[in-house]
Every structure is written in C-alpha cells, then in structure tokens.
C-alpha cells in the first residue's frame, strides 16, 4: 500500500512536470517572430539546465540519506534506482546534504535598503543619508555568503528597495530585512502563530505567544548583545518557502548566521525545507563587534499541517 502511495506521488509529480512543459513548448511555437521566438527558447534552455542541476542535488542528498539511515544498503537502492552500485556510490559522494537547507542552486540573499540619520558628534542632527544597506546586514551576508559556499553553493546578494518591495515568489530566496523596512515581510509574519515582532514606546521586541514570554533586545540595556528571529515563511504564491532572519537590531541578524556555521547538518536533518520559527540570541565583541556566541532560545516552531 505505501509503494503504490508512492509511485503515484511519483506519478503525480511527473505529470505535472508534463503538463507544464506542454504548455510552454505550445506557447513558445505560437511566437510569431522568429528571433523573439530564439531568444525566448534560448533562456527557456538555461532555465531547464538551471532546474535539471536543482533535481540532481535533490537526488543525490535523498540518496546520502538513504544509505546514511540504513534503509537500503548500496545494492539494493541501484535496483531501485535502474543504476549500477558504483553509480550510487559515485553520485552518493556529492555535495553535503545540509547544503539543501539554504537552496538547491544559486541562493539570492535580499538586504533591505533604509534611509540612515543619527546625530552628529555636537549632538546635532546627522543629516539622511540613503539609501544604504546596513554595514552589520553586508557584514552577515558576507559570514552567509562563506558558508554557502563552504558547502558548495553558488550566491549573490541584491537590494530590496526603500518600501521594502521584494519578489519572494521564487526558490533559493534569503531574505534579510526587519519587519518595519517592509509592509509585505510584515504581514507574512503575521501567519506566524508561535513568534511575534511588536513596537512599544520603548522599542521593538519579540514575542513568544505560545508561552506569553517577552523577549527585548539586550542593545536596548546597553549591553553587548541581540536576539533575532529566524524561519522558514511561505511565499504568497502557495508554492514554496523562502528562509528569513531578522535581529531586533540588525546585529542580531549575524547572530543566526553563527549559530548556523555551527548547527547546519542538524537542523537540516531536522527540518529539511520545511517550514519553521524560532529565535536566536547572540552576544558580540563591543571591539570588533564579531559575534562571538549564539545560541537557540525557543523551539523549532511548526505551523500547524506544515
């Protein structure tokens, strides 16, 4: 009952694939001018190597993780497979599998973009500046940026403008930005039902719902530390996720970049892609300002189905 379960997920999967592709190859054999019709076919080929790669780095993890959990033995996942046993070996030895918790081909990383003030060292008013990209948001992309490829994955980063205006609605997507630098990651947040970001007259802070505890960034005491919110949030087209973090200050957003140096390979035997919330305290050098300690403060939260 399970195999046939499975063979028609399988089944499933294929036809839909089928369908898409029919619908496209139509559209593209309708377009009347030949040369629109070889350029659009020429990026249509790109993105088909580009999702071709995405599946092979599925496969090959599936396969590590079949023969890491002893399900199969080498033998008996070629049979299943239609390939030889030094084939599985060979494609078995590819990348890190925790590598698909950060994406499967090249990972954009989208930092928001502010307007920045402040005051000047006679205490007047610094005149707005912008608009940029916080100095700690590049300085825990570049952390991000070491570790993705550490595991073999390709990444660039890109701006998301002043409104906080960013396209979620594709795969391989990080984004990094605070609730109050964009109305459309502010409302995302809100199908959050465990964690919460809100404002007082004192400052922003966190909130676990599911035990009432408040949690306020330790920067706004003085002191040399933050807390930073880090999930796995749906896109609003239905069809897919894409990872979030975002400090209560934006140092506390490298907060989650260190904790995951440390704890990749577990949380993606854990969570794979699925959906999650959690936060992430850290405490940084008041020197160098390098975050030198990080740590998870709340469960892995789940919604509910997800």
């Not at 694939?17 to 496209?24: H, K």
């Not at 980063?157 to 609605?169: A, H, K, Q, T, W």
Request: hydrophobic share 35%; glycine share 10%.
């Amino acid at each position: 009952m399970e195999q046939e379960r499975l063979d028609g997920d399988q089944l499933s999967l294929k036809e839909q694939l089928d369908v898409a592709f029919d619908v496209t190859l139509s559209q593209l054999k309708e377009l009347a001018d030949p040369l629109e019709r070889a350029k659009v076919a020429h990026g249509l080929v790109g993105r088909v190597q580009d999702y071709g790669n995405e599946f092979q780095v599925v496969r090959n993890e599936a396969m590590n993780e079949t023969l890491r959990v002893g399900t199969l033995n080498s033998t008996q996942l070629a049979a299943e497979l239609g390939i030889s046993k030094g084939r599985v070996s060979q494609l078995a030895k590819g990348a890190p599998p925790e590598r698909l918790f950060l994406g499967s081909g090249r990972v954009v990383v989208a930092l928001a973009e502010k307007l920045e003030d402040g005051k000047l060292q006679d205490g007047r008013n610094k005149p707005v500046q912008g608009p940029v990209i916080a100095t700690e948001d590049v300085q825990t992309y570049e952390r991000l940026r070491e570790l993705a490829e550490d595991v073999g994955l390709e990444i660039a980063f890109e701006r998301i403008p002043l409104g906080g205006n960013v396209r979620l609605n594709r795969n391989n997507l990080v984004v990094i930005c605070g609730p109050r630098l964009s109305s459309l990651i502010e409302q995302i947040l809100e199908s959050d039902p465990h964690l919460r970001f809100g404002k007082d007259a004192d400052s922003w802070y966190l909130t676990d719902r599911s035990t009432g505890e408040v949690y306020r960034s330790p920067m706004d005491q003085g002191e040399n530390g933050d807390i930073a919110y880090f999930g796995r949030l749906p896109r609003p087209d239905g069809q897919g996720t894409f990872l979030y973090i975002a400090g209560i200050h934006a140092r506390g957003s490298g907060g989650v970049v260190h904790w995951l140096n440390k704890e990749l390979a577990n949380v993606h035997r854990e969570l794979k892609a699925k959906r999650f919330s959690t936060l992430i305290s850290s405490r940084f050098d008041p020197e160098t300002l390098q975050i030198v300690e990080s740590r998870r403060i709340t469960p892995f939260y789940r919604p509910e189905g997800a």
